[in-house]
């Protein structure tokens, strides 16, 4: 076990380590800085142990795409975090806090799937950020449970560019208007836009989807829309997150490329 565990970790920091600095190159191709894009490990196919030893690297954006894995997870790592603290409390500290590498003493939770109506009871209190309000309705659902609960709640659209790819999001001509409507709600913090391209080998087939929402992204800026607060776009996925980052992306959700495939279907 122990073994294992430290082999694993071994591959994780490897691959997390290549992230980052691809993450930096695509940046300084297009005369940005690596820390202006935030990265969220999406860690739907990754071990316990596995987003352990990322937080232990000093990461703190997490996302998960299902509604029960976020709470499972969310419970997991709150464990852990106050067990971490406890221990924290007892030895003295190194290192100043928040230097990279620094073990974190919280994350961040990003809701990045689907998002039904009657689950936002159950995400909202978990997220920092839901990256996917696709319709008015689950919108004032949101908007409805902030209230209740006396927060601001980080809301992105999900827009629908690549449409014959995802049956989710907003499909371009709405996004605009569902945006407007948002703005009028008081305890939401509109902060931008995420989309996702279809998945395909040449990684060049995203940059026009990324491209119209960098465009959509910044019309909606331009018209003030959201405020001072719309500034995430949320875009490119293990494979495509250099064409979207080179395209505007401020935001990239990693699965794959920190922990590898989904495992195969263990039923022989
Ligand atoms: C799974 C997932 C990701 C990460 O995808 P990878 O291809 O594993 O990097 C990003 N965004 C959403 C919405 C996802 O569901």
């Not at 565990?5 to 071994?10: A, K, R, V, Y």
């Amino acid at each position: 076990m122990v073994t294992t565990h430290s082999l694993g970790s071994h591959r994780l920091g490897e691959a997390y380590r290549q992230v980052i600095d691809r993450i930096a190159e695509a940046t300084a191709r297009v005369g940005r800085e690596p820390k202006d894009v935030a990265m969220v490990a999406v860690t739907k196919n990754a071990s316990p142990d596995e987003i352990r030893a990322l937080v232990e690297m000093g990461h703190k954006d997490l996302g998960e795409s299902r509604v029960q894995q976020l709470s499972q997870r969310v419970a997991v790592m709150d464990e852990f975090l106050s067990r971490r603290r406890k221990l924290a409390g007892a030895a003295p500290k190194t290192g100043a806090p928040g230097a990279p590498g620094t073990p974190v003493d919280e994350v961040r939770w990003h809701m990045v799937g689907h998002l039904q109506r009657n689950k936002v009871k159950q995400v909202a209190p978990l997220v920092r950020l839901i990256h996917s309000i696709d319709t008015l309705r689950v919108a004032e659902e949101v908007h409805n449970f902030a209230v209740r609960s006396d927060r601001i709640i980080d809301v992105l659209i999900q827009a629908n560019i690549s449409q014959e790819h995802s049956k989710f999001g907003v499909a371009l001509p709405a996004v605009i208007h569902l945006a407007e409507q948002i703005d009028t709600m008081p305890h939401m913090q509109l902060r931008g836009l995420m989309t996702m391209a279809a998945r395909s080998d040449n990684p060049e087939d995203a940059r026009p989807i990324f491209a119209q929402a960098s465009d959509l992204f910044n019309d909606i800026k331009t018209a003030k829309i959201g405020g001072s607060g719309w500034n995430i776009l949320s875009m490119g996925m293990s494979e495509d997150f250099e064409v979207a980052i080179e395209e505007g992306a401020n935001m990239v959700r990693v699965g794959r490329a920190l922990f590898g495939e989904p495992a195969a279907d263990p039923s022989p």
